[in-house]
């Protein structure tokens, strides 16, 4: 089946600095992917649709310049944590919905920031 | 925009029994209904689904129940065992999109 990979799958980072994560399809082209973030004990909440070739779509109190998002090609969405700070520290995880009809979604691993 | 409830937020059963978990959401639009298992530090697992064109969808020990008049889903899990314990998210998506809203989330616990 298919298979997204997100990497890393764990990082920390001091105060300030940046820090990115990747996600890739690896045996399907994916147009669109989405990034959700997921703090201790809560639900994931979705934090922005990548787009292939186009401008991230984020959803409502998600700072766009805060959490870039580049989409540059069919396999690969990147999520980049700008001037990161201990608030930031969570669960960020990918999804991609697969090529064929019938709305299957598949995750990526997910990623644990954090930042110190 | 969509938004999806879930109750309870925590439910113990004892191995046997059954649980329920129950979902609602906002946006008559949305077609899609799966529900996903989590365990700490994992991405969630997809454990069944509904489409909106069906009203009951069933899995060996894993039911779930769509009322689109309602706008509510149900997952229903029968003979539970141990290894059931998880937190479960159900989920909306919204219409001609692979948008998932999640719901809040429901911590079971199964007691042998």
């Known amino acids: 089946g298919a298979v997204v990979s997100q990497h890393p799958s764990r990082v920390i980072c001091k105060s300030g600095t940046s820090v990115k994560i990747e996600c890739r399809s690896l045996d399907f082209q994916a147009t669109t992917m989405f990034w959700y973030r997921q703090f201790p004990k809560k639900s994931l909440m979705l934090m922005a649709t990548?787009?292939?070739?186009?401008?991230?779509?984020?959803e409502q109190g998600v700072e766009k310049d805060k959490f870039l998002i580049n989409h540059a090609s069919l396999t690969l969405s990147t999520l980049t944590v700008t001037s990161a700070h201990p608030e930031d520290s969570s669960f960020y995880i990918c999804?991609?919905?697969?090529?064929?009809?019938?709305?299957?979604?598949?995750f990526g691993e997910g990623s644990w920031l954090t930042v110190v | 925009g969509e938004n999806v409830e879930q109750h309870p937020s925590t439910l113990s059963v004892q191995e046997g029994d059954s649980a329920v978990i129950k979902c609602t959401y906002s946006d008559s639009a949305s077609n899609y209904f799966p529900w996903y298992k989590q365990e700490l530090g994992k991405r969630p697992q997809l454990i069944i689904d509904?489409?909106?064109?069906?009203g009951e969808k069933k899995d060996q020990r894993i039911a779930v129940t769509l009322n689109k008049t309602a706008k509510h889903f149900s997952l229903h899990i029968t003979e539970t065992q141990p290894e059931d314990s998880a937190v479960y998210f159900c989920?909306?998506?919204?219409?001609?999109?692979?948008?998932?809203?999640f719901g809040t989330g429901t911590r079971l616990q199964v007691f042998p």
């Open positions: 999804s991609a919905p697969g090529e064929s009809s019938g709305n299957t979604i598949y």
């Open positions: 990548s787009n292939e070739g186009s401008k991230a779509t984020y």
């Open positions: 989920a909306a998506t919204l219409y001609n999109t692979d948008k998932l809203i």
């Open positions: 509904i489409r909106s064109n069906v």
